[in-house]
Every structure is written in C-alpha cells, then in structure tokens.
C-alpha cells in the first residue's frame, strides 16, 4: 500500500516537471508576439465575452460583441490551459479589470498545474495586430467582413 503511494507521488511529480518544462520550452520557441506594443493595457473582467488560446503563454481575450481584441501574456506558462474548458482570472488588487504588468492571475481551472500565471502585459490589438498573431500561429481570430456586392450595370450600346 505504502509502494503504490509512492509510486503514484513520483508519477504525479514527474508529468508535473515534464509539463512546466514543456511549457517553459515552448515560451523560449515563442518569443514576444508583439514586441515594441504597450503591455500595460486593462480589460474590466465581466467585458470578457471570450478567449482563444494561442499558447502556453499567448492568450486573445475578446470584449463585448467581439468588437475589441486583446494579447494577454503569462508568466509561468500554463501548460495544460490549451485543454482547460474554465479559465479563472484572477483580479488581485480587486478593481474589477485585469491589467498587464500588475499582480492579477490567469489560472486554468481543474488543472494539475496549480500555480496561478501572472498577467505580464496586456495588448490592445487592432485588425493589423490579430492579423499578425493569425499568420503567426495558424489560426482565425477575426471575422471575415461580408462585402455585399453591387450588381453590374447594363452597358449603354446606344
């Protein structure tokens, strides 16, 4: 009985490096997605209508009707916040937003990984940004744009 704890404890143990290494590994593959951009951006938490995970680090929050888009960065990585269906934000200095450069916390609900992320900048992205961001990690965060189109007019044979 007493082996059985043991060996479940180190197993349990192991994934849980393997995961943060996986993940720190995959920060250092993904440098800043946004270099040079303001982090210092904040986000009131009831606007967040929803999220898209790009990374272990890389989160695009959207506000409202989807009307605006946000690159929030974490440190440590969450490893498994890819596979997470809740998402806990966690508003430290209890203002009601979640900013970059601050103490507020990102943390993937029902994870191994218990270690809340901080927030480390927070990006407002305009349609140039998310269009970056889509080419970068191969994936669709904007709405394509319906454009109607006008019916040709008759050329005048006369």
């Not at 200095?93 to 609900?109: E, F, I, M, P, T």
């Amino acid at each position: 009985m007493k082996t059985m704890l043991i060996v479940k404890t180190t197993l349990i143990a192991a994934w849980t490096i393997g995961a943060i290494g996986i993940a720190r590994a995959e920060a250092v593959k993904n440098p800043d997605p946004m270099p040079g951009a303001s982090k210092d951006e904040c986000v009131f938490v009831n606007n967040i209508s929803s999220w898209h995970v790009l990374d272990s680090s890389n989160v695009v929050l959207f506000t409202g009707a989807a009307n605006r888009a946000y690159l929030m960065q974490l440190s440590p990585p969450v490893s498994d916040l890819k596979y997470a269906f809740k998402v806990a934000f966690i508003d430290r200095d209890r203002d009601g937003q979640l900013c970059g450069r601050s103490l507020d916390k990102v943390q993937a609900a029902g994870s191994l990984v218990r270690q809340p992320a901080t927030i480390m900048g927070m990006t407002r992205l305009d349609e140039a940004g998310l269009q970056t961001l889509e080419a970068q990690y191969d994936v669709k965060l904007t709405r394509k744009k319906d454009h109607k189109t006008t019916p040709e007019q008759p050329q005048d044979t006369g």
